[in-house]
């Protein structure tokens, strides 16, 4: 073990895939090795007679390393890199993900109004109890927001009754306006009935003369699900799917009623805010989990906020749409609002490494109407006839051979006989002929139909992907025009036509595979998640490095520790003054020089500021404050050239929601209105540029320069000790091997620090969504006493005018106090964030001096080992350990058997295993080709039955047109 430079340290010449792989493997085997020394360590720690003999400071020593250990097993199971999958209802999102994973039928697909409403969130199963290789946590909602939505659909009820029947002295609506009024109610009174119905077994008739207390009464049995958590296992995929479906989609559960002991029907899924599922799949290992994500739009409340808190957790989002309902829209605008597009400009993710777009049901196309050659359509109708011809002239044979054989059994005439079996042979040698022709016929057809199906697939899919791209370089070009500060570079996200449905027919074989779609490389699932892969790598292996670095720095003190190659050495200074003169001069110009850096550091972070044009943004907010609040009695805000009025309902409902989210359902349609949010994409359009440069840039740029400072400073007090030490240690001038891995040791433990630097950095970047995000809380916040006026205003006729007066006038009084006190608030948490990064780089800089200080302790005890010392350093400050010859031959001993472990641990690292992949081909195919060796058609000479079924399957759709093809199943997602 004289070199530390191992192979995962030396990984910058490789593919980033590779060098990926090769990190890994190392973090697994440290993770195993190090499990090996624990199980060392706490078994000696464990034995009284060994701990007896063993001195404080070290038993405390050995205590750190068993706990280091669990630490870093914690760590690593704990990383975790979220992806969303985002669409709307019937985008497909549920089969593409069990394509993804590779469990066909794990989540529950066309599920409704169920799945859209529930985030799910797939994880590796790290289990291999052959019980739990499956696993779900079912997380009900809380009983607060359950009461919240239930006191909202009665105060509706109340706002109907009081349509219905006005106050005394309250003036009534005009007909007009109480029929719009009622036709909103309903609508929303409608849709949350359906949900309290379905879950609490009652009829709407029922539900509307009960109250909230008699829905939460602690006997019914909803209240045994509000508030709790759920866990499902189970052995094999079919089984969990069937647990789990109840809570995934709209399947009733059968439960005890009321006392009397009788049962009724209740579905689950409006109680639950989210589902997590434990699967082993490859696509999840190393921390990639993935989260289908209801858009938005598509839910409001409790469950909004907890779809929100994903959003802002997402490394990369997949945003996916039907390759028809894209086909049929004239760009790719509808896959996006102006705001979420923001919002993802400002999280840093509005780039080719952020977000991907996904056409999914790419099989769904009516490829016979697409632009064929003549040669194509002439060549197919041409095989379609030969595989006719040639199926007839089977048939024929086989009835010729059928009537010949018959006839030779009946036959006495032996010249007779030899005749008929004669012809019967050439008739069996022609058949095989035939046979052999309608395979080759077979496989023909199928490579003509399927080139056919594929250019019409892949022109529609590569037209879709050029208007998908050109609309987000419009969209990019826009933005940099109008934004102070934007950049202009832009790496447009990639595009994935896939087909979930052709990806699961491969697996029946190859002769189930859907035309047009011969291998899984066209179906598109291979080369997304491919991508997937690739994309999250830097987050992926900036935390296996991390770790690595940390199992090193064990793997060295552990070394050091155990170390038995020091020869005997002179020694020129007492215990006394190698703690003074070395370790803690030492230390404490370490701890000077790391916080010297920290402040430097901090203080270059500060000049990157993405508040600087606050002032002017709040002044223009203000300008156009009272316009947009003015738009917010329109049922169409964003488009000034429709002037319908927004119902007083829908109005008041939002008002009731302080401005937040609801989705009104009137007339069929569903329309979102979001005020705050609206009024946050104000301020925040006119400050992205800026935040985008800061967070997104200047300060990521920081981190290159830092570690290079740490590295010079580092190396300066390091170099001071290893002449400090041979100084003190004469004899080491001549064992230069021993000293230079001992300063190595030293060295690598800046890497720890380094990495806590860069994760540091990371952080405040990847938690800038947070603090955007909240600027709409902020402004909720600061509305709070307007929206409450306006509610005070008396119902009846003109109601809705008092109210939005009463806006109106609070947007003109205080909007842009309003405004400054907002954004006051999202600057100020983004200074804390920027304050704490100082506190946790001391609290880094404490932990890493204090792990300098005992492996600097640890060398020099090993060094005065090999003097035979009767004296050697204690594990802290001042203190010092008197050995004799019992607690040294117990410690010669473990420390042998640690070195075993170092041993095998080194060459594991050394040996590098890389798990490389057959060469598959992963990306979807420009041409179609159909694979080699897939004709799997046995020949059979005799009977009707073999000859028959021999050809039959291939010869089946022989004269079938090519219009009814793609017609034989419904297009799945």
Same mark, same amino acid.
Request: charged share 30%; net charge positive.
């Given at each position: 073990?004289?070199?530390?430079h191992f192979?995962?340290q030396?990984t910058?010449?490789?593919?980033?895939?590779?060098?990926?792989?090769?990190?890994?493997?190392?973090?697994?085997?440290?993770?195993?090795?190090?499990?090996?020394?624990?199980?060392?360590?706490?078994?000696?720690?464990?034995?009284?007679?060994?701990?007896?003999?063993?001195?404080?400071?070290?038993?405390?020593?050995?205590?750190?390393?068993?706990?280091?250990?669990?630490?870093?097993?914690? *760590?690593?199971d704990?990383?975790? #890199?979220?992806?969303?999958?985002?669409?709307?209802?019937?985008?497909g999102?549920?089969?593409?993900?069990?394509?993804?994973?590779g469990?066909?039928?794990l989540?529950?697909?066309?599920?409704?109004?169920?799945?859209?409403?529930?985030?799910?969130?797939?994880?590796?199963?790290?289990?291999?109890?052959?019980?739990?290789?499956?696993?779900?946590?079912?997380?009900?909602?809380?009983?607060?927001?359950?009461?919240?939505e239930?006191?909202?659909?009665?105060?509706?009820?109340?706002?109907?009754?009081?349509?219905?029947?006005?106050?005394?002295?309250?003036?009534?609506?005009g007909?007009?306006?109480?029929?719009?009024?009622?036709?909103?109610?309903?609508?929303?009174?409608?849709?949350?009935?359906?949900?309290?119905?379905?879950?609490?077994?009652?009829?709407?008739?029922?539900?509307?003369?009960?109250?909230?207390?008699?829905?939460?009464?602690?006997?019914?049995?909803v209240?045994?699900?509000?508030g709790?958590?759920?866990?499902?296992?189970?052995?094999?995929?079919?089984?969990?799917?069937?647990?789990v479906?109840?809570?995934?989609?709209?399947?009733?559960?059968?439960?005890?009623?009321?006392?009397?002991?009788?049962?009724?029907?209740?579905?689950?899924w409006?109680?639950?805010?989210?589902?997590?599922?434990?699967?082993?799949?490859?696509?999840?290992?190393?921390?990639?989990i993935? #989260?289908?994500?209801?858009?938005?739009?598509?839910?409001?409340?409790?469950? %909004?906020?907890?779809?929100?808190?994903?959003?802002?957790k997402?490394?990369?989002?997949?945003?996916?749409?039907?390759?028809?309902?894209?086909?049929?829209?004239?760009?790719?605008?509808?896959?996006?609002?102006?705001?979420?597009?923001?919002?993802?400009?400002?999280?840093?993710?509005?780039?080719?490494?952020?977000?991907?777009?996904?056409?999914?049901?790419?099989?769904?196309?009516?490829?016979?109407?697409?632009?064929?050659?003549?040669?194509?359509?002439?060549e197919?109708? !041409?095989?379609?006839?030969?595989?006719k011809?040639?199926?007839?002239?089977?048939?024929?044979?086989?009835?010729?051979?059928? *009537?010949?054989?018959? %006839?030779?059994?009946?036959?006495?005439?032996?010249?007779?006989?030899?005749?008929?079996?004669?012809?019967?042979?050439?008739?069996?040698?022609?058949?095989?002929?035939?046979?052999?022709?309608?395979?080759?016929?077979?496989?023909?057809?199928?490579?003509?139909?399927?080139?056919?199906?594929?250019?019409?697939?892949?022109?529609?899919?590569?037209?879709?992907?050029?208007?998908?791209?050109?609309?987000?370089?419009r969209?990019?070009?826009?933005?940099?025009?109008?934004?102070?500060?934007?950049?202009?570079?832009?790496?447009?996200p990639?595009?994935?036509?896939?087909?979930?449905?052709?990806?699961?027919?491969?697996?029946?074989?190859?002769?189930k595979?859907?035309?047009?779609?011969?291998?899984?490389?066209?179906?598109?699932?291979?080369?997304?998640?491919?991508?997937?892969?690739?994309?999250?790598?830097?987050?992926?292996?900036? %935390?296996?490095?991390?770790?690595?670095?940390?199992?090193?720095?064990?793997?060295?003190?552990?070394?050091?520790?155990?170390?038995d190659?020091?020869?005997?050495?002179?020694?020129?200074?007492?215990?006394?003054?190698?703690?003074?003169?070395?370790?803690?001069a030492?230390?404490?110009?370490?701890?000077?020089?790391?916080?010297?850096?920290?402040?430097?550091?901090?203080?270059?972070?500060?000049?990157?500021?993405?508040?600087?044009?606050?002032?002017a943004?709040?002044?223009?907010?203000?300008?156009?404050?009272?316009?947009?609040?003015?738009?917010?009695?329109?049922?169409?805000?964003?488009?000034?050239?429709?002037?319908?009025?927004?119902?007083?309902?829908?109005?008041?409902?939002?008002?009731?929601?302080?401005?937040?989210d609801f989705?009104?359902?009137?007339?069929?349609?569903?329309?979102?209105?979001?005020?705050?949010? =609206?009024?946050?994409?104000?301020?925040?359009?006119?400050?992205?540029?800026?935040?985008?440069?800061?967070?997104?840039?200047?300060?990521?740029?920081?981190?290159?320069?830092?570690?290079?400072?740490?590295?010079k400073?580092?190396?300066?007090?390091?170099?001071?000790?290893?002449?400090?030490?041979?100084?003190?240690?004469?004899?080491?001038?001549?064992?230069?091997?021993?000293?230079?891995?001992q300063?190595?040791?030293?060295?690598?433990?800046?890497?720890?620090?380094?990495?806590?630097?860069?994760?540091?950095?990371?952080?405040?970047?990847?938690?800038?969504?947070?603090?955007?995000?909240?600027?709409?809380?902020?402004?909720?916040?600061?509305?709070?006493?307007?929206?409450?006026?306006a509610?005070?205003?008396?119902?009846?006729?003109?109601?809705?005018?008092?109210?939005?007066?009463?806006?109106l006038?609070?947007?003109?009084?205080?909007?842009?106090?309003?405004?400054?006190?907002?954004? !006051?608030?999202?600057?100020?948490?983004?200074?804390? =964030?920027?304050?704490?990064?100082?506190?946790?780089?001391?609290h880094?800089?404490?932990?890493?001096?204090?792990?300098?200080?005992?492996?600097?302790?640890?060398?020099?005890?090993?060094?005065?080992?090999a003097?035979?010392?009767?004296?050697?350093?204690?594990?802290?400050?001042?203190?010092?350990?008197?050995?004799?010859?019992?607690?040294?031959?117990t410690?010669?001993?473990?420390?042998?058997?640690?070195?075993?472990?170092?041993?095998?641990?080194?060459? %594991?690292?050394?040996?590098?295993?890389?798990?490389?992949?057959p060469?598959?081909?992963?990306?979807?195919?420009?041409?179609?080709?159909?694979?080699?060796?897939?004709?799997s058609?046995?020949?059979?000479?005799?009977?009707?039955?073999?000859?028959?079924?021999?050809?039959?399957?291939?010869?089946?759709?022989?004269?079938?047109?090519?219009?009814?093809?793609?017609?034989?199943?419904p297009?799945?997602?």
């Amino acid at each position: 073990m004289t070199s530390y430079h191992f192979r995962w340290q030396l990984t910058q010449q490789d593919s980033p895939v590779v060098r990926m792989q090769i990190c890994d493997q190392a973090r697994d085997d440290a993770a195993e090795h190090a499990g090996k020394l624990k199980a060392l360590i706490d078994n000696a720690l464990s034995d009284d007679a060994t701990t007896r003999l063993l001195g404080q400071g070290e038993i405390r020593q050995l205590k750190q390393w068993s706990q280091d250990i669990d630490d870093l097993s914690s *760590d690593k199971d704990a990383f975790k #890199v979220y992806i969303g999958v985002q669409g709307q209802t019937g985008a497909g999102k549920s089969s593409l993900l069990n394509a993804n994973l590779g469990w066909r039928d794990l989540l529950p697909s066309d599920s409704g109004e169920a799945a859209t409403a529930t985030p799910c969130v797939m994880s590796f199963n790290y289990s291999d109890d052959p019980k739990k290789l499956f696993r779900g946590t079912i997380n009900f909602r809380k009983r607060k927001d359950v009461k919240q939505e239930l006191e909202q659909f009665f105060d509706d009820l109340k706002e109907r009754e009081r349509l219905l029947h006005p106050l005394p002295g309250e003036e009534p609506m005009g007909d007009e306006e109480r029929a719009k009024c009622l036709e909103d109610l309903a609508a929303n009174i409608g849709e949350v009935a359906g949900k309290i119905c379905k879950a609490w077994g009652t009829s709407t008739e029922e539900l509307e003369m009960m109250t909230v207390d008699d829905l939460l009464n602690e006997a019914d049995p909803v209240m045994k699900y509000i508030g709790s958590t759920k866990h499902i296992y189970a052995s094999n995929q079919r089984e969990f799917s069937a647990k789990v479906k109840p809570f995934l989609d709209s399947t009733c559960i059968e439960v005890a009623g009321s006392s009397d002991g009788s049962t009724r029907e209740m579905a689950l899924w409006p109680l639950i805010d989210s589902v997590d599922i434990f699967v082993k799949s490859p696509l999840l290992e190393g921390g990639l989990i993935l #989260v289908d994500l209801p858009g938005l739009s598509d839910v409001v409340g409790g469950r %909004a906020a907890v779809a929100r808190r994903f959003y802002e957790k997402l490394a990369v989002a997949v945003i996916v749409a039907p390759i028809i309902r894209a086909a049929d829209e004239q760009t790719g605008a509808n896959l996006m609002t102006e705001n979420h597009e923001l919002d993802m400009r400002m999280d840093g993710k509005f780039d080719g490494r952020g977000f991907c777009v996904v056409l999914s049901k790419a099989d769904d196309i009516d490829w016979a109407g697409g632009n064929h050659k003549a040669s194509q359509i002439g060549e197919l109708e !041409q095989v379609m006839n030969d595989r006719k011809q040639t199926r007839a002239s089977v048939l024929n044979l086989t009835s010729q051979i059928k *009537d010949a054989t018959k %006839a030779s059994k009946k036959s006495k005439d032996k010249n007779e006989k030899a005749t008929l079996k004669q012809q019967i042979k050439k008739w069996k040698s022609r058949k095989r002929s035939y046979l052999k022709t309608g395979k080759e016929l077979k496989k023909k057809h199928a490579a003509v139909l399927g080139s056919c199906i594929f250019e019409v697939v892949n022109a529609r899919n590569q037209r879709l992907v050029r208007r998908i791209g050109a609309d987000f370089k419009r969209r990019h070009n826009n933005f940099t025009s109008r934004t102070q500060g934007a950049s202009r570079n832009f790496k447009p996200p990639p595009i994935f036509p896939v087909s979930a449905r052709a990806y699961w027919s491969l697996h029946g074989g190859a002769e189930k595979a859907m035309p047009g779609f011969p291998t899984a490389a066209y179906t598109g699932i291979p080369a997304l998640n491919n991508w997937l892969r690739e994309t999250t790598i830097p987050r992926r292996q900036r %935390a296996a490095l991390a770790l690595l670095h940390r199992y090193l720095a064990l793997f060295q003190s552990v070394q050091s520790w155990s170390d038995d190659q020091c020869r005997k050495h002179q020694v020129n200074a007492s215990i006394e003054e190698l703690e003074t003169e070395i370790v803690e001069a030492k230390c404490r110009a370490l701890a000077a020089k790391l916080d010297a850096f920290g402040k430097e550091l901090v203080a270059n972070i500060k000049k990157c500021d993405p508040f600087k044009t606050k002032v002017a943004a709040i002044e223009h907010c203000a300008d156009v404050l009272v316009p947009m609040v003015d738009s917010w009695s329109l049922k169409w805000p964003s488009n000034n050239k429709l002037v319908t009025k927004l119902s007083h309902m829908t109005y008041t409902a939002i008002l009731k929601r302080k401005g937040d989210d609801f989705i009104s359902r009137s007339g069929g349609m569903k329309i979102r209105y979001n005020w705050m949010d =609206q009024m946050a994409k104000q301020f925040k359009a006119e400050i992205a540029g800026m935040w985008i440069d800061a967070l997104h840039e200047k300060i990521p740029r920081c981190e290159g320069p830092a570690r290079e400072k740490l590295d010079k400073e580092w190396k300066i007090v390091t170099d001071s000790i290893g002449r400090a030490l041979k100084k003190s240690f004469p004899g080491l001038s001549k064992q230069q091997d021993y000293l230079l891995r001992q300063v190595a040791s030293l060295l690598h433990l800046k890497e720890e620090i380094k990495d806590k630097v860069g994760q540091l950095l990371a952080d405040i970047s990847s938690n800038s969504p947070r603090i955007h995000r909240g600027l709409q809380k902020h402004l909720q916040d600061k509305w709070q006493s307007g929206f409450n006026k306006a509610l005070k205003e008396r119902g009846g006729r003109g109601v809705l005018k008092r109210r939005h007066g009463v806006l109106l006038d609070h947007a003109g009084a205080h909007g842009k106090s309003n405004f400054r006190d907002a954004v !006051q608030e999202m600057e100020s948490c983004f200074k804390a =964030q920027r304050e704490a990064l100082l506190k946790n780089l001391e609290h880094a800089s404490a932990a890493s001096v204090e792990r300098f200080r005992a492996q600097l302790r640890l060398i020099i005890n090993n060094i005065l080992e090999a003097v035979n010392a009767e004296e050697r350093l204690g594990m802290e400050k001042g203190t010092v350990h008197v050995e004799n010859e019992s607690s040294r031959a117990t410690r010669l001993a473990l420390q042998k058997g640690v070195r075993r472990n170092l041993i095998a641990w080194a060459d %594991a690292w050394d040996a590098a295993r890389v798990k490389t992949d057959p060469q598959e081909d992963i990306a979807i195919p420009k041409e179609f080709k159909l694979p080699e060796g897939e004709d799997s058609d046995s020949e059979t000479e005799d009977g009707d039955t073999g000859s028959d079924s021999d050809d039959g399957d291939a010869d089946t759709d022989m004269g079938v047109k090519r219009e009814a093809v793609v017609k034989t199943e419904p297009a799945g997602a």
